[in-house]
């Protein structure tokens, strides 16, 4: 069982940058895609961007792609680099993975294509 962990949130003030990491517990990344969503308190769970297993395909949302870059570390480690961050980015986020033979990064991420789910961590953008 991949046991998926968040790393890197906090509190940020409006306009800074903050990267988030994704690695696995007891096992490498690889041949798995990596996806980023984000939930906001009262508000449904939002794709944000995915990687695929083979590292050759990225995905974004459209609302905050020119704001993010997602990458992978030698199959340890997926990071998600965030831009310009605004107090309505606050919220909760989580990376999810699939296994290669069982789906891929294909277009911004929705919840249903991912098996594997870290316990999240919090971002906090203010004054």
């Known amino acids: 069982q991949l046991q998926l962990v968040e790393s890197g949130g906090g509190l940020v003030q409006p306009g800074g940058s903050l990267t988030l990491s994704c690695a696995a517990a007891?096992?490498?990344?690889?041949?798995?895609?990596i996806a980023w969503f984000r939930q906001a308190p009262g508000k449904e769970r939002e794709g944000l961007a995915c990687?695929?297993?083979?590292?050759?395909?990225t995905h974004y949302t459209d609302s905050m792609k020119a704001r993010l870059a997602i990458s992978r570390d030698n199959n340890k480690r997926v990071d998600l680099k965030m831009n310009s961050l605004k107090p309505e980015d606050t919220a909760v986020y989580y990376c999810?993975?699939?296994?290669?033979?069982?789906?891929?990064?294909?277009?911004?991420?929705?919840?249903?294509?991912?098996?594997?789910w870290g316990q999240g961590t919090q971002v906090t953008v203010s004054a």
């Open positions: 999810a993975a699939v296994a290669s033979h069982k789906g891929s990064c294909r277009g911004p991420p929705d919840t249903s294509g991912y098996d594997y």
């Open positions: 990687i695929s297993s083979s590292n050759d395909i």
């Open positions: 007891e096992f490498t990344l690889y041949n798995y895609a």
